[in-house]
């Protein structure tokens, strides 16, 4: 049985009242959506309307000049027989193999190191993030002085002790190493990361284990290790959409080369596009690498309930 706000002492809103709120509540709905506009519009303008149009244009031969002509699944059956493609492919996962892996191993090593209380630390902490924040073209730029093979600085070190110093970006076997070292010299974002996740954990767990006799590494592996896995998980997850659209360091530094050795996905898909104004083919392949991300990503989600450990977890 329902009481009415007169028999529990409450007064009655008027009809006027009632009136008035809804018009307060609709020209605040009004206004809400008068400051969100831009955002919506920019994305449906610029995100969600070229989303759509690449489905289409995957399917279709446009080069630009004439208009698309519908070819269906053509570009994906001549992606296949592409051996360009599957060379972008295979340049694109040995990076994402090697770099992934080693960013979030030595960035978790970096932010432990970081995480220690010693004088001077914050400037440490600026020193190793620094690199983050300069430029790509600038950072790339740098690096294309640093591995050049005959006057380097690189080989000029390793010449100093007696180590002949490969060709780096001019050797396709050294080539993709090179680049993945440049990749590691920006993992100050990562780290920052991984540092506010080690300072979150509560210093009552390490308080404890010392208590039962645990060393340092005891503490990492079973106390440190595990509370910052969420933290290892989303830049997993990131590096590997970042990994997957590898493409300003390839394009300033090598452009492919030598001999596609760096011809990543993400490379060859803006050659497509905009050198060779195949863009039904572009589309095509972008939507083949939006497929291989969403693949990759969910995999890891599925294989995060193993490994990744919530501190509300029991």
């Known amino acids: 049985m ?22 307060v509540t609709k ?8 400051f969100v506009s831009p955002w919506v519009i920019g994305f449906i303008a610029l995100t969600m309307v070229p989303f759509v149009l690449s489905l289409y244009y995957s399917f ?26 599957w060379t972008s492919i295979y340049n694109t996962l040995f990076y994402t193999v090697f770099s992934v892996p080693l960013s979030i191993v030595i960035g978790v090593a970096l ?51 007696g180590i ?28 920052i990361i991984y540092l506010a996740g ?38 997993l997850i990131m590096g590997l959409i970042g990994s997957f659209q590898y493409f300003t360091q390839a394009y300033i530094v090598t452009s492919g080369g030598p001999n596609d050795s760096t011809l990543f996905y993400s490379l060859y898909l803006y050659n497509n596009a905009f050198s060779y104004f195949h863009m039904g083919y572009a589309s095509a392949m972008a939507w083949i690498l939006f497929l291989l991300i969403m693949a990759a990503t969910l995999i890891v989600f599925k294989s995060s309930a193993r490994w990744v450990f919530y501190g509300g977890d029991k």
């Not at 002492?9 to 009632?18: A, F, H, I, L, M």
């Not at 790509?136 to 006057?151: C, G």
């Not at 050294?174 to 920006?186: E, F, H, Y």
């Open 198 to 235: 080690l300072q979150d954990i509560p210093q009552e767990m390490y308080e404890s284990a010392e208590l039962d006799g645990a060393v340092w590494w005891h503490k990492i592996v079973y106390i440190t290790l595990p509370m910052l896995t969420p933290v290892i998980f989303f830049n």
């Open 111 to 161: 932010a432990l190191l970081l995480n220690l209380k010693i004088r001077g630390m914050a400037f440490y902490r600026t020193i190793f993030y620094l690199p983050s924040i300069v430029p790509l073209v600038a950072s790339s730029i740098l690096w294309l002085w640093l591995f050049d093979p005959q006057f380097g600085l690189i080989n000029s070190m390793l010449e100093a002790i």
């Open 27 to 34: 020209r605040n709905v009004v206004n809400g959506m008068l």
């Open 164 to 191: 002949r110093g490969p060709g780096w970006l001019v050797d396709p076997a050294w080539s993709k190493p090179a680049l993945i070292v440049m990749g590691l010299w920006g993992i100050g974002g990562a780290m």
């Open 2 to 23: 329902s009481t009415s706000p007169a028999q529990i002492g409450q007064p009655v809103p008027s009809e006027s009242s009632r009136k008035k709120m809804t018009k």
């Open 60 to 85: 279709t031969t446009y080069d630009v000049v004439a208009a698309p002509d519908w070819t269906g699944i053509q570009n994906y059956v001549q992606l296949m027989k592409d051996p360009i493609f």
